[in-house]
C-alpha cells in the first residue's frame, strides 16, 4: 500500500489561524499586537525568500513584523547594537537573525547576544541547554515543527526506534532531544556513520535532515516506518527536493513528508507559535511583578 502523505502545508494553516486568534486575543489584553524583528546581513538568495515568508506570515496572523537589512559588510559591533536595542524594545518579543551570516561575523557571539527571552529560533545556549534538560524553553522551529506533525500523525514515540541523519545544532540535534524526551530510542548519525543503511532499516521513524538530495533511497527503509524529510535541495533544473527518494520511498514506508510542502511551512508555522508563547510568558512574568 502507499504511504500517506503528510500534509505540512495544511496543518499549518490551521496552527497559523489559532496564533493568530491568539495574537488577536493578546492585543485585546495588552494594548499592542505581539512583534518579531527579523534581521538579515547580506543578500543571500535562499534568506532573501525565506525572511520574506517569515515576514509575510507573520501579517497574515497578526503580529507586527519588521525586518531590519544590513548591509553583508556590517561590523560585528554594529550588528550587536541593532540587537541589544531590540532586546530592551518592549514592542519586540521576538528577534530572529538569519543564518548563515558574512564570514567575519561569528556566529556564535551574535546568538548568544539575543535575549533568551526573545530567542524564538531556539538557538541560544540557556534555550539550548533548557531543552537538555528537560526544562520549558523556547525550542528551534523545524524540528518543533517535526514533533507536532508526528503528534497530529498519532505517530508512537513511546519505546519506537527513532533514527535521526544529520547532527545540526538547527536540526539534528535538538530533533534528537525531542524524541528522546517523548520516549522514543534515539540513534543520531552523521556525516561519518558507517553502514548508514543498517542503522535506518531500524527506523519506525526516520529523520532526513542532511541536505544531500537522494540520500535515504527505498533500501534503507523499513516497511511501515515513517519517514520526515527535512531537506530542502534545489536542483540544477530548478526542482526543489529533500532528501528522500520520495518516489521509491513512498512504496514501502507508513506515512512520509512531500518536499515541499511538508516540513518547511511547518517551521514558519512554529516561528509565530514561538512569538506568541515569547510575548504571552513575558506579559505573564510581567503581571505577577
Ligand atoms: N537559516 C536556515 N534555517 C534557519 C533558521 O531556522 N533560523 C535562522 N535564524 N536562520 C536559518
Known amino acids: 500500500m502507499p504511504a500517506q502523505f503528510i500534509d505540512g502545508k495544511s496543518l499549518a494553516e490551521t ?8 495574537a488577536k486575543r493578546f492585543l485585546s489584553q495588552h494594548g499592542r499586537a505581539p512583534g518579531l ?6 543578500n543571500n538568495p535562499a534568506s532573501e525568500v525565506y525572511v520574506r515568508h517569515k515576514v509575510a506570515a507573520c501579517e497574515k496572523a497578526s503580529i507586527v513584523s519588521e525586518l531590519i537589512r544590513l548591509d553583508a559588510s556590517c561590523s560585528t559591533e554594529a550588528l550587536l547594537q541593532t540587537i541589544q536595542s531590540l532586546n530592551t524594545n518592549p514592542n519586540v518579543d521576538g528577534i530572529l537573525v538569519q543564518l548563515p551570516l558574512p564570514g567575519h561575523i561569528p556566529e556564535k557571539t551574535i546568538i548568544e547576544a539575543i535575549s533568551p527571552n526573545k530567542d524564538v529560533d531556539g538557538f541560544h545556549p540557556v534555550n539550548a541547554g533548557a ?3 528537560g526544562q520549558p524553553c523556547l525550542k528551534p522551529c523545524t524540528p518543533l515543527g517535526v514533533m507536532v506533525m508526528l503528534d497530529h500523525q498519532k505517530t508512537p514515540l513511546r519505546a519506537a526506534e527513532a533514527v535521526v541523519v544529520g547532527a545540526s545544532n538547527i536540526v539534528g540535534k535538538p530533533l534528537a532531544m525531542m ?3 517523548a520516549g522514543a530510542t534515539v540513534t543520531i548519525c552523521n556525516s561519518k556513520t558507517q553502514n548508514l543503511e543498517e542503522k535506518t532499516r531500524r527506523a519506525d521513524i526516520l529523520i532526513a535532515a542532511v541536505g544531500r538530495p537522494g540520500l535515504i533511497t527505498a533500501e534503507m527503509v523499513k516497511p511501515g516506518a515513517v519517514v520526515i524529510d527535512v531537506g530542502i535541495n534545489r536542483l540544477a533544473s530548478g526542482k526543489l527536493v ?8 513512498a512504496r514501502v514506508a507508513k506515512a512520509i513528508t512531500p518536499v515541499p510542502g511538508g516540513v518547511g511551512p511547518m517551521t514558519i508555522a512554529m516561528l509565530l507559535q514561538n512569538t506568541l508563547d515569547a510575548a504571552e510568558s513575558v506579559a505573564h512574568a510581567q503581571s505577577l511583578t
Not at 242 to 249: C, I, R
Open 242 to 249: 529533500g532528501d528522500v527518494d520520495f518516489e521509491n520511498v
Open 15 to 22: 496552527l497559523r489561524q489559532q496564533v493568530g486568534d491568539r
Open 37 to 42: 524583528t527579523v534581521i538579515l546581513v547580506g
Open 131 to 133: 531543552l537538555f534538560t
Open 179 to 181: 524524541l528522546l524526551q
